[in-house]
């Protein structure tokens, strides 16, 4: 099937819709124009997605400007912390600039725009000032300094600059219109008296521009072309049109370019703080290690916690470019990683709460070192050697003394295989005082070929390697922590976003490094964190294999003719529709017909819960996708909500080379 041609979203139609009306392309220029006043998070990663895509998709400059007007907040840690998260995520600025560049420049223009009556100098409190803009409905009363002479307003900017004033005695403002709708265009502050050192400019300056006037005038110097921000700049545009139309007329030989501002919805995650202000509250209240810790949202967290920069990257295409606020269920962002992550991360052994097993009958001092697949997804990936002794760890929760039919791991009578190697047989148990069970006595037989349903990971006790494991769950417990405004956002704080565990794993992972990523089998995804040494191993869960947070997933239709399926049911359901999916595409015509039927039937009885983990089935298993893509079209069907997850697995589906899957999504 042909790849069809992606539409363009609404910024790309606009500058195509320029390029057609006559701007040169060669006069395409973006910027990304962060405040170093914080680390980046990942409601960044849009903007720098959106500003860093378009140059790539029209060879076009993209400047790194850092917009560093206020001294007091900005330091140079946030800007090396900025230019690091961007490299790492794979973009390459051409100018590495700053507004404070630009600041004699706008000064000049500042006195220009005095000399022609278009500003002036106001020394009333800031509360005043605020008192008289008015209300929206409310139209603001002009300042009595207002008419001040133009010989009055140079000498006293002068003295600004020069420092002989204190903070907040006076002000530069534009002279516009008290009287305009837009409150922003009552007058806005242009500059303010400030005492304080630059990361940059050091004690130069004793005023500072404010972000509205530096913002849109450095984008003019810098001939930006398409000046794209966040929605809640847009009643700035019509002050970002007034302030480059005043000084167009001082430089438009130098600099003949206007910008264009336009606006795009943030991305806005659940379960996720955005405020720089409040992620620096975290840090500065011990809440969290520091902005790279791994429960931030920050670029630097993400990172040390194991994301990867295609899992990100892929996470803003799938959000996509829009003109309205939304909140994207962080599920999707966990999606994003983990099918990253099983296409890349080998499969290695650890036990995170282990209980001693005793194979009785295999010989005491002997041991093998058995053939392991790293990534059964991975063609290229290779094999490994696990070694396998007499007593091994597994995990305490995959025993239990006595269990059902439907417990398919280890219990007394009943057989599981070890992964890797040998099936074992649970014999007896022992206990100490308390009636603890100590250790689990097994006998093993080498008949690998026998039939029996579970399988769990292990690790030989004797090579064995001890490692420190933190188990990071979301920070908040609140899907919109900050939504409350009779609650204060740190309420919602999770106590146990983090658990600290001694366990054990396979010793292939002695050496690992820092930021190699692993899937610890049966338990999810974990990397290796920056402070990890080989005599103190570290990891960092990144996420589990499945969502375990069941609250956020969509409701299920409650229609009374939809019977409530019982769980023996659910699970043998989703089971026979996983087999049935194994030999799909093997089958004949008429046999696929029915078996698409019982799919379908199946599917009635089957929860999103047990559906969703298989989304991210790998490419090649494309029966099981096509299962999974039947039975979920039943599930929407019977009135199953779309979320970002859902939408993402048909996306994909829709993109992939089976026709047969291309169909079934298509239909969906």
């Known amino acids: 099937?042909?790849?069809?041609?992606?539409?363009?979203?609404?910024?790309?139609?606009?500058?195509?819709?320029?390029?057609?009306?006559?701007?040169?392309?060669?006069?395409?220029?973006f910027r990304f124009p962060p405040e170093p006043n914080g680390?980046?998070?990942?409601?960044?990663?849009?903007?720098?997605?959106?500003?860093?895509?378009?140059?790539?998709?029209?060879?076009?400059?993209?400047?790194?400007?850092?917009?560093?007007?206020?001294?007091?907040?900005?330091?140079?840690e946030y800007v090396d912390a900025i230019k690091r998260d961007i490299e790492w995520l794979g973009y390459k600025w051409e100018n590495e600039l700053y507004s404070s560049d630009y600041f004699q420049q706008l000064y000049d223009w500042a006195v220009q725009m005095i000399k022609d009556g278009k500003a002036y100098v106001d020394s009333q409190s800031s509360e005043v000032i605020a008192e008289q803009k008015g209300t929206p409905t409310q139209v603001g009363t002009n300042s009595p300094y207002r008419n001040r002479s133009v010989e009055d307003n140079l000498d006293l900017f002068e003295c600004m600059k020069n420092g002989e004033f204190q903070s907040g005695t006076h002000v530069l403002r534009a002279k516009i219109d008290m009287e305009d709708p837009n409150m922003l265009m009552r007058d806005p502050i242009m500059y303010r008296i400030m005492h304080a050192h630059h990361h940059r400019t050091g004690n130069d300056w004793c005023i500072y521009p404010m972000y509205d006037w530096t913002h849109g005038e450095s984008d003019y110097i810098e001939q930006i072309s398409h000046s794209l921000c966040s929605l809640e700049f847009k009643p700035h545009r019509k002050l970002y049109d007034w302030f480059k139309e005043q000084v167009y007329p001082y430089s438009s030989e130098k600099y003949p370019l206007l910008p264009k501002q336009r606006e795009f919805a943030r991305l806005n995650l659940s379960y996720t703080i955005m405020s720089k202000r409040k992620l620096l509250t975290l840090v500065e209240d011990g809440v969290v290690s520091g902005w790279d810790d791994p429960r931030m949202p920050t670029i630097s967290g993400l990172r040390r916690r194991g994301y990867t920069p295609g899992s990100i990257r892929n996470f803003i295409e799938k959000v996509g470019v829009a003109k309205r606020e939304n909140v994207i269920d962080v599920s999707l962002l966990e999606f994003c990683i983990r099918e990253d992550l099983n296409k890349t991360a080998a499969r290695v052994m650890a036990v995170l709460d282990p209980v001693k097993v005793v194979i009785t009958n295999y010989p005491e001092g002997k041991e093998e070192w058995l053939e392991a697949e790293n990534n059964p997804e991975d063609d290229n990936a290779g094999n490994r050697k696990?070694?396998?002794?007499?007593?091994?760890?597994?995990?305490?929760?995959?025993?239990?003394?006595?269990?059902?039919?439907?417990?398919?791991r280890l219990k007394l009578g009943g057989e599981v295989r070890l992964k890797n190697a040998y099936i074992i047989k649970a014999e007896n148990v022992v206990k100490d005082a308390s009636g603890n069970i100590t250790e689990i006595h097994c006998t093993y037989s080498e008949d690998t070929t026998k039939k029996v349903k579970g399988t769990l990971h292990w690790v030989s006790i004797k090579h064995a390697v001890k490692a420190e494991v933190r188990e990071y769950d979301r920070l908040f417990m609140d899907a919109a922590p900050d939504s409350h405004p009779d609650?204060?956002?740190?309420?919602?704080?999770?106590?146990?976003?983090?658990?600290?565990?001694?366990?054990?794993?396979?010793?292939?992972?002695?050496?690992?490094?820092?930021?190699?990523?692993?899937?610890?089998?049966?338990?999810?995804?974990?990397?290796?964190?920056?402070?990890?040494?080989?005599?103190?191993?570290?990891?960092?869960?990144?996420?589990?294999?499945?969502?375990?947070?069941?609250?956020?997933?969509?409701?299920?239709?409650?229609?009374?003719?939809?019977?409530?399926?019982?769980?023996?049911?659910?699970?043998?359901?989703?089971?026979?529709?996983?087999?049935?999916g194994k030999k799909y595409t093997n089958l004949p015509e008429e046999k696929q017909l029915k078996a698409k039927a019982e799919i379908q039937d199946l599917a009635k009885n089957v929860p999103y819960e047990d559906l969703e983990p298989l989304f991210g089935t790998a490419v090649k298993k494309a029966g099981t996708r096509i299962a999974v893509m039947l039975a979920l079209g039943v599930l929407l069907k019977n009135g199953l909500e779309r979320n970002e997850v859902i939408n993402a697995f048909i996306a994909k589906a829709l993109e992939d080379k089976n026709e047969l899957l291309v169909a079934e999504a298509q239909s969906i």
Not at 4 to 28: C, R, T, V, Y
Not at 48 to 67: C, M
């Open 487 to 580: 609650k204060d956002f740190m309420e919602f704080i999770n106590p146990n976003s983090l658990k600290i565990i001694n366990a054990f794993v396979e010793p292939s992972l002695k050496e690992a490094k820092a930021e190699e990523r692993f899937q610890f089998q049966r338990l999810g995804y974990f990397n290796v964190d920056n402070d990890s040494t080989s005599n103190h191993l570290i990891f960092n869960k990144t996420v589990g294999l499945r969502d375990s947070w069941a609250k956020v997933k969509p409701k299920e239709n409650t229609n009374q003719n939809q019977q409530k399926p019982q769980q023996q049911g659910q699970r043998k359901a989703i089971s026979v529709i996983q087999q049935l």
């Open 39 to 76: 680390y980046l998070h990942i409601g960044h990663t849009k903007a720098i997605g959106i500003s860093f895509g378009l140059g790539e998709k029209y060879n076009a400059p993209v400047n790194l400007r850092f917009d560093d007007t206020n001294p007091t907040k900005e330091e140079q």
């Open 386 to 408: 696990v070694p396998f002794s007499r007593d091994i760890y597994i995990e305490k929760e995959d025993f239990k003394e006595e269990a059902g039919d439907k417990f398919f």
């Open 1 to 29: 099937m042909s790849e069809e041609k992606k539409s363009l979203n609404f910024l790309e139609q606009i500058i195509e819709e320029d390029l057609a009306n006559g701007m040169p392309k060669n006069h395409l220029r």
